[in-house]
C-alpha cells in the first residue's frame, strides 16, 4: 500500500518505490516546498513521512528513506522548514524515529541514520534549528537515542555523532541549548555548544552523554551590566571511545557563567579498551577539562570538577591499565567572598597512572578562595595551585592526595606532591594546606606506609617553604613526617629527607613553627634527614623552631636493631 496526500502542493514532490509483500509508505505534505522519497524491498515494511507548512518559499523539508529486508520501521515528522532528514536500514526488524520541527531563520535540522544488521533502533528527536545528529550502527541489537533542543533565539549548537558496532551497543545523547530573549534593550544570556561523540565497538558496550548549556537572565538598559543578571551557557565537548565488552562510560557536561558569552567550556574524552571498565565524569560551570584511558578489565575512574564565575581551572588526567584498578579524581575551584572583598580560586592539576592489579588512587584538590580572619573580620583570600602525580605499578597499592588551602604571599604559593609505589599493598598519604608544600614520596617493596602532612599560614607574606623527600625499599616501613608553618609572619623552610631500606624500619618526623606566643618571625630552617640501612631502625625526629633560631638533625643508622630520637625546641 502506498498514499501519498499533496494538499497546497506547491513544488511538492514525492517518489515511493516498493517491492516485496505488505510493505507500506504514507506521506502527507502540505503547503509546498516538500521533497520526499522512499523505497522499500522486502517484507512487511513500513515507512510513514509527514511534512507540514515551511514558513517561508526559501525553507524547505527534505526526507529520504531507504529500506531493505524484513518488518523494517521509519517514521519521520518533519515541520516548519530548513529539515532535512535521512534514513538507510539494511537487515531484519530495524526501526528508525526522526522528529523534526521548529527551524528559524537560517537554523537547520539535519539527521542521518544508517542501520545495518539484527533489530537496531536509533530515535533522534531535534526541535528549534542548529541541530546535527548523525547515527551509523553495525550489528546487532544496537540502539542509539539522540535527543536535540534549542530555543528561537540566542542558542548555541547542537552537534551529536554516533558510531556503534558489535551487538548490543547502548549510546544515548542528550544536548539542550537554550538561551533567554532579549527584551527591549535588555539583551538575554546566549546558550553555548553541545558537541558529542560516541565511537563503540564490541559488545554490549554502554555510552550515556548529557549536556547542558542554558542561558539565563538578563542586563541592565542598553546591554549595561548595571542591574545584570544575565548568564551565559558554558560549551561542552565530550566524545567516547569504546573498545571491548560491556563497558560503561557516563558524561554529564552543564553550567553558566556570568554575562552574555562566555569562552569557558567541559572538555572530556573516554577512551575503553577491554572488558567492564567503567568511567564516570561530572564537569560544571566550565574551565574543565579531563581525559580518561583504560586499558584491561574491571577498572573504575570516577572524575568531577566543579567551578564557578571566579574559580580557576580543573585539569585530570587519569591512565589505568591491568585489572580492578580504582582512580577518582575531585577537583574544585571557586571564589571566595568576605566582609568587604571578594578573592578568586587557583587552578587544580592531577595525573593518575596506574599499571597492575587492585590498585586504588584518591586526590581531592580544592583550588577555592577561602574566609580568614584578620583582626577578627572575615577576609576573603585567594586559592592556591593544587600540582597532583600518582604512579602505581604492581598490586593492591593505595594512594591518598588531599590539597587544598589559600594564601596572601608576596610570592606565588602551590602545593605539589608527587607519589610513586611499585610493588605490592604500599601506603601513601599526603595533605597539603595553603601553599608552599612540596613532597615527593617513593615506595618499592611490601607493605610501606609513608604519611606526609605540610601546613603553611594563609596570611602569611613573607616567602615559606614545606619540602619533604620519602624514600622507601624493602618490607614494612613506615615514615611518618609532619610540617607546619603557623606563624603568620613566618619566613624559612622545613626541609625533611627520609629513606629507609631493609624491613621493619620506622622514622617520624615533626618540624613546625607554630608554637611561638605572639607573633614572631622565624628566620632560618628546621633541616633534618634521616637514612636507616638494615633491620628494624626506629628514627624519631622533633623539632619546634623559635625567633631566629634554626635547628638542624641528621640521623643515619647501618645495621640491626638501631633506636635514635631527637628533640630539639
Same mark, same amino acid.
Given at each position: ?31 509546498? +516546498? ?17 511534512? %507540514? ?17 524484513? @518488518? ?38 539535519? #539527521? ?40 528561537? %533565539? ?31 534593550? @535588555? ?8 558537541? /558529542? ?33 544575565? @548568564? ?5 565537548? #565530550? ?11 557516563? =558524561?554529564?557536561?552543564?553550567?553558566? @557563567? ?5 569562552? $569557558? ?19 560544571? +560551570? ?43 579524581? /575531585? ?18 592539576? &592531577? ?20 574566609? $580568614? ?46 607519589? &610513586? ?48 623527600? %620519602? ?26 629527607? %627520609? ?45 619546634? &623552631? #623559635? ?18 630520637? =631527637?628533640?630539639?625546641?
Amino acid at each position: 500500500m502506498a498514499t501519498t496526500s499533496l494538499a497546497s502542493a506547491a513544488s511538492n514532490e514525492s517518489f515511493i518505490g516498493q517491492i516485496g509483500d505488505t510493505n507500506v509508505a504514507l506521506v502527507g505534505q502540505t503547503n509546498g +516546498n516538500n521533497s520526499q522519497g522512499t523505497v522499500q524491498v522486502g517484507k512487511k515494511n513500513n515507512a510513514v513521512t509527514s511534512q %507540514t507548512n515551511p514558513v517561508s518559499p526559501a525553507n524547505s523539508n527534505k526526507s529520504g528513506t531507504g529500506q531493505f529486508g524484513i @518488518r523494517n520501521d521509519s517514521l519521520a515528522i518533519q515541520d516548519g522548514g530548513n529539515n532535512t532528514q535521512g534514513t538507510l536500514q539494511f537487515g531484519v526488524e530495524n526501526k528508525s524515529v526522526t522528529t523534526q520541527q521548529s527551524a528559524t531563520g537560517n537554523k537547520t535540522n539535519n #539527521s542521518g541514520t544508517l542501520q545495518f544488521g539484527y533489530q537496531n533502533q536509533s530515535t533522534s528527536a531535534q526541535i528549534g534549528g542548529n541541530n546535527d545528529a548523525t547515527t551509523v550502527q553495525g550489528g546487532g541489537k544496537n540502539t542509539s537515542t539522540t535527543g536535540q533542543l534549542t530555543s528561537a %533565539t540566542n542558542s548555541g549548537k547542537n552537534d551529536a555523532t554516533t558510531a556503534q558496532f558489535g551487538w548490543d551497543n547502548i549510546s544515548v545523547t542528550s544536548q539542550t541549548s537554550k538561551g533567554q530573549a532579549n527584551s527591549g534593550t @535588555r539583551n538575554g544570556g546566549t546558550g553555548g555548544d553541545n558537541n /558529542s561523540g560516541v565511537l563503540q565497538s564490541g559488545y554490549n558496550n554502554t555510552a550515556l552523554v548529557t549536556q547542558n548549556s542554558v542561558g539565563t537572565g538578563l542586563t541592565g538598559n542598553n546591554g549595561s551590566n548595571n542591574g545584570s543578571t544575565a @548568564r551565559a551557557g558554558v560549551d561542552n565537548n #565530550s566524545a567516547v571511545v569504546q573498545f571491548g565488552g560491556k563497558n560503561l562510560a557516563t =558524561v554529564t557536561q552543564d553550567g553558566t @557563567r556570568k554575562g552574555t558569552t562566555t569562552t $569557558a567550556s567541559n572538555d572530556s574524552f573516554v577512551g575503553q579498551f577491554g572488558w567492564q571498565n567503567t568511567a564516570t565524569v561530572a564537569q560544571i +560551570n566550565g574551565n574543565n577539562s579531563q581525559g580518561t584511558l583504560q586499558f584491561g578489565n574491571f577498572n573504575k575512574a570516577t572524575t568531577g570538577q566543579l567551578t564557578d564565575d571566579k574559580g580557576g581551572n580543573n585539569g585530570a588526567f587519569t591512565l589505568q591499565a591491568g585489572i580492578g584498578n580504582e582512580a577518582t579524581t /575531585s577537583q574544585t575551584s571557586k571564589g571566595s567572598s568576605g566582609w568587604f572583598n571578594s578573592a578568586s580560586g587557583a587552578d587544580n592539576s &592531577a595525573a593518575t597512572l596506574q599499571f597492575g592489579k587492585g590498585n586504588k588512587a584518591q586526590t581531592n584538590q580544592d583550588a577555592s578562595g577561602i574566609v $580568614a580572619s584578620v583582626f577578627g573580620i572575615p577576609t576573603a583570600v585567594g586559592g592556591v595551585d593544587n600540582n597532583a602525580l600518582t604512579l602505581q605499578v604492581g598490586k593492591g597499592n593505595i594512594a591518598t592526595t588531599t590539597q587544598f588551602g589559600g594564601s596572601v604571599s608576596l610570592l606565588p604559593q602551590s602545593n605539589d606532591s608527587a607519589t &610513586a609505589q611499585f610493588g605490592v599493598q604500599n601506603i601513601a598519604t599526603v595533605a597539603q594546606v595553603n601553599g608552599g608544600n612540596v613532597q615527593g614520596t617513593i615506595q618499592a617493596g611490601y607493605k610501606n606506609n609513608a604519611t606526609t602532612g605540610q601546613s603553611t599560614n594563609a596570611l602569611g607574606l613573607l616567602p615559606k617553604q614545606n619540602a619533604a623527600m %620519602t624514600i622507601q625499599a624493602g618490607a614494612y616501613n613506615t615514615a611518618v613526617t609532619s610540617q607546619s608553618i603557623a606563624n603568620p609572619l613566618s619566613a624559612g623552610v622545613n626541609g625533611s629527607l %627520609t629513606a629507609q631500606f631493609g624491613k621493619g624500619n620506622l622514622a617520624t618526623v615533626t618540624q613546625a613553627d607554630g608554637g611561638q606566643t605572639g607573633l614572631q618571625p622565624m628566620i632560618g630552617a628546621n633541616l633534618q634527614a634521616t637514612v636507616q640501612v638494615g633491620v628494624n631502625n626506629v628514627a624519631t625526629t622533633t623539632q619546634l &623552631a #623559635s625567633t631566629s633560631v634554626s635547628n638542624t638533625s641528621v640521623t643515619a643508622q647501618f645495621g640491626v636493631g638501631n633506636h635514635a630520637t =631527637v628533640v630539639q625546641k
